[in-house]
């Protein structure tokens, strides 16, 4: 079974990029993409479209930008973090930020990791690669119902 | 009394003859033995002739007398016996006397109390031939004298005593010799008596009084009056004394005095009081008046009522001095002391304590005025205060000037305060506006690097997926807009961390200069190239950690990145103490900086070099200068055109390495 990873990105830019370093890298999980914060909650909690957890399983990581349209990334993980069945959800802040602010609030909130998206596409690959590897290769994944 | 007894014993010797010449011729001169009778019946002596058997045979005519006072008549009593007479003269000395004369034929004197009839009497008997002649008399009054003179010697002993136990007593002689001292006297002059006796009072002169005062004195007692007066004498060591002095004149029968007695009493610490309060007294008097000189003064009594006050009271008052006299405080009170003042006030010096405070008056003329006061209760013997003394200056220029000054503080304050929340505002306004101007320098740069990262990141895809298909010229226009937006990007981030300099705020922590200059020659690829000597050992100074950092990194970078393009980088970096600084200095062997340029290659956007020339965005050394002084330091540059510079930061010493708010 091939693990779902969702990706909250509301540049459209990036999600190309992430997309292409996926294929790039080869990977077969299946990359899930929210564009805003909004659409982010409507996923994992399973509403309207998403209620679908054929199409839209439950991921078993979550990479979270923090500038997001309507509903902000840092508020997308402190809602998380609230949700008992979310609760242990591996969430890894991908941003183009990195203001001190920004990386004490995210890991205050229950971030698992904290990065800086790479202007270089190939950089991006490497790093998804190191991503991939390390979350699903040498770490284990809790269960989520 | 002396005359009439020695009368008495001529008259006895005349008598005793004149009854020997009739025991000579005896019964042959009955008539003359009448004859005799009769003159010894005129003497006034009493005279009684007993025979052998004790029986009056003669009883002459003032025995009779006495006799008779005695309750008895003579006439019966010719012819019965002297013991039927007088049985109570049985066995007392009269008995014994009567009978040692009868039976020694002799002549006996004595004297003896009739107990019965409480009177004493001095007999004479004399043995004649056929019995006793006896003369009596009555001596019960000088008996009477005699004792009562003994009792008043004893007493006047006694009292002689009493005065010489307890004063000090001289007798001198008409002429002022001294004829007689007590033991007193000795003590009290240190003198022995021998050498007091025969000298006259000179001795002991002190020379403290006049020649008028003992002239006064010889007057008054050489007229036989009693001297009374207080004397300071000097005594044998050169001491003085004081003697409360009573002398008394003892009159000769001439009226002229014979000695004069002397009676002293001791009253030299007295008069060491009088003298020690005298001068208290003076000083006191001296104080006062300084006192009275200086101060304003008033004197209450313990209901409050004035019962003194000195010139300047009522001068500061503008009372009288009648006015004022009975009156309380209350007729200068001012009213602007609360009740609770005023309680207190009499609160403290009620219960026996000194008050001080500050009072505000009111004058006669309704003007008013302060005195800084001290009231000073004066307690009797039963400890509740007798009187109140209240000391007061005045201070009404120096409240005035301090009421001045605290209305200019006030209104300084009132203004201070309005300035205060003015600047108070403006910084929030300015702060709220700074706010706003970094968020949006923050967003600007974050939202420019945006599509500035995916420009670079198509260029990049572009090559790498679709390169086989472009031409060369294609591929080094995709070239071009990657390296620009390289550039931009660059430019950006130098603008986002100059930014950052700009808000850095928190805890400056010590840093070692030294670590940090080799973590960043490690970590720069570019700076590991080249020729970097370290120079440096322990400096710790206190700084941002990610800023300085920045700094040092900006600093290398540049030292490096200006060379004149053959020449080998070298770059020295080293450290010197500068007081309470650590400086840093970085000196490279680049091409420098003219010295009209080295201000302004601080400033942001100041590029001295065409763009092409050196790679640079302008603002690094910005970023280093804001940095600087973000942690309270300074930075700086030496150089000459063509032959290196040496830039230079101050950053404050950390002292035992602790932590710094």
């Known amino acids: 079974m091939t693990e779902t990873i969702l990706l909250v990105?509301?540049?459209?830019?990036?999600?190309?990029?992430?997309?292409?370093?996926?294929?790039?890298?080869?990977?077969?999980?299946?990359?899930?993409?929210?564009?805003?914060?909004?659409?982010?909650?409507?996923?994992?909690?399973?509403?309207?479209?998403?209620?679908?957890r054929e199409k839209y399983p439950i991921p078993s990581l979550l990479l979270l930008d923090l500038k997001l349209p309507y509903v902000l990334g840092l508020d997308v993980l402190k809602w998380i973090r609230m949700r008992p069945e979310l609760q242990m959800l591996p969430v890894v802040v991908l941003t183009s930020s990195s203001e001190p602010s920004d990386l004490e609030r995210a890991y205050r909130h229950g971030a698992n990791s904290f990065m800086v998206k790479p202007s270089d596409p190939d950089e991006l690959i490497g790093l998804v690669r190191c991503l991939h590897e390390y979350w699903f290769k040498y770490n284990v994944i809790p269960h989520l119902e | 009394m002396l005359i009439p007894i020695s009368i008495l014993l001529v008259g006895g010797a005349v008598i005793t003859w004149l009854v020997y010449l009739l025991r000579e011729k005896n019964v042959a001169l009955r008539r003359a033995e009448r004859n005799c009778a009769k003159v010894l019946s005129n003497i006034t002596d009493a005279f009684i002739a007993l025979d052998e058997h004790w029986r009056f045979t003669y009883i002459s005519q003032r025995a009779g007398d006495v006799f008779r006072l005695l309750g008895k008549d003579p006439d019966e009593m010719i012819d019965t016996r002297y013991w039927d007479q007088f049985p109570g003269v049985i066995g007392t000395n009269v008995e014994a006397e009567f009978r040692r004369a009868r039976d020694e034929k002799t002549s006996v004197s004595f004297e003896s109390f009739f107990a019965e009839n409480r009177r004493w009497f001095e007999m004479n008997a004399y043995s004649t031939d056929d019995g006793l002649s006896v003369f009596f008399r009555d001596i019960t009054q000088r008996k009477v004298i005699a004792e009562e003179t003994q009792t008043a010697l004893r007493e006047l002993n006694d009292v002689k005593f009493a005065l010489d136990q307890h004063a000090i007593v001289a007798i001198t002689d008409p002429a002022g010799k001294i004829t007689y001292v007590n033991d007193k006297f000795c003590a009290i002059s240190k003198y022995a008596r021998e050498e007091l006796i025969g000298q006259d009072h000179r001795i002991i002169n002190s020379g403290h009084h006049p020649k008028e005062f003992f002239r006064d004195l010889w007057r008054t007692i050489s007229s036989g009056h009693v001297w009374k007066g207080e004397i300071k004498n000097r005594a044998k060591d050169g001491s003085f004394y004081w003697v409360d002095t009573t002398i008394v004149p003892y009159l000769g029968e001439d009226g002229k005095p014979k000695q004069y007695i002397a009676i002293r009493a001791d009253i030299t610490e007295r008069k060491n009081a009088e003298e020690r309060t005298a001068v208290a007294l003076r000083e006191l008097g001296d104080l006062k008046a300084a006192l009275d000189?200086?101060?304003?003064?008033?004197?209450?009594?313990?209901?409050?009522?004035?019962?003194?006050?000195?010139?300047?009271?009522?001068?500061?008052?503008?009372?009288?001095?009648?006015?004022?006299?009975?009156?309380?405080?209350?007729?200068?009170?001012?009213?602007?002391?609360?009740?609770?003042?005023?309680?207190?006030?009499?609160?403290?010096?009620?219960?026996?304590?000194?008050?001080?405070?500050?009072?505000?008056?009111?004058?006669?003329?309704?003007?008013?005025?302060?005195?800084?006061?001290?009231?000073?209760?004066?307690?009797?013997?039963?400890?509740?205060p007798k009187q109140y003394i209240a000391i007061r200056a005045d201070i009404t220029e120096r409240k005035n000037a301090e009421e001045a000054l605290k209305n200019a503080q006030q209104a300084l304050q009132a203004h201070a305060a309005t300035l205060e929340q003015t600047v108070a505002e403006r910084t929030a306004m300015l702060r709220e506006k700074i706010g706003e101007l970094e968020a949006f320098s923050y967003s600007i740069s974050h939202d420019m690097r945006q599509p500035l990262r995916s420009m670079q990141g198509y260029a990049r895809v572009l090559l790498s997926d679709y390169g086989g298909a472009l031409d060369e010229e294609a591929k080094r226009y995709l070239e071009r807009i990657r390296s620009s937006a390289n550039r931009l990007d660059r430019l950006i981030q130098d603008v986002l961390t100059y930014s950052k300099a700009t808000r850095a705020e928190g805890r400056l922590v010590p840093i070692d200069l030294g670590r940090m200059v080799r973590e960043v020659v490690e970590i720069y690829p570019m700076l590991k190239a080249v020729d970097v000597e370290v120079a440096t050992g322990e400096a710790f100074v206190l700084g941002y950690e990610?800023?300085?950092?920045?700094?040092?990194?900006?600093?290398?970078?540049?030292?490096?990145?200006?060379?004149?393009?053959?020449?080998?980088?070298?770059?020295?970096?080293?450290?010197?103490?500068?007081?309470?600084?650590?400086?840093?200095?970085?000196?490279?062997?680049?091409?420098?900086?003219?010295?009209v340029d080295q201000q302004r290659i601080f400033d942001i956007f100041s590029r001295i070099h065409a763009d092409t020339a050196y790679e640079g965005t302008g603002i690094g050394l910005s970023i280093v200068k804001k940095a600087v002084e973000k942690m309270g330091g300074r930075v700086g540059v030496e150089s000459e055109l063509g032959k290196g510079s040496l830039f230079w930061i101050d950053l404050p010493r950390a002292t035992n390495h602790t932590t710094y708010d």
């Open chain 1, 9 to 52: 990105e509301d540049s459209e830019d990036d999600v190309f990029f992430m997309k292409r370093a996926f294929k790039v890298s080869g990977l077969k999980s299946s990359l899930q993409v929210a564009p805003d914060g909004r659409t982010a909650l409507d996923y994992l909690s399973g509403e309207g479209d998403y209620a679908d």
């Open chain 2, 293 to 384: 000189e200086h101060a304003i003064v008033a004197i209450t009594d313990p209901a409050g009522k004035i019962t003194y006050v000195n010139d300047k009271f009522c001068a500061i008052s503008k009372y009288a001095r009648e006015e004022l006299i009975g009156q309380d405080h209350r007729i200068i009170n001012s009213g602007y002391h609360s009740k609770e003042f005023i309680r207190d006030l009499w609160r403290t010096i009620g219960s026996g304590h000194v008050w001080k405070g500050e009072i505000k008056n009111r004058a006669k003329d309704g003007s008013f005025y302060w005195v800084d006061t001290t009231i000073v209760p004066y307690l009797g013997e039963d400890g509740k």
């Open chain 2, 546 to 595: 990610a800023i300085l950092t920045q700094c040092i990194s900006n600093l290398l970078t540049n030292a490096v990145k200006f060379v004149v393009k053959d020449r080998v980088p070298n770059v020295r970096v080293w450290t010197e103490s500068r007081g309470q600084f650590v400086r840093l200095c970085v000196k490279d062997n680049g091409i420098g900086i003219a010295p």
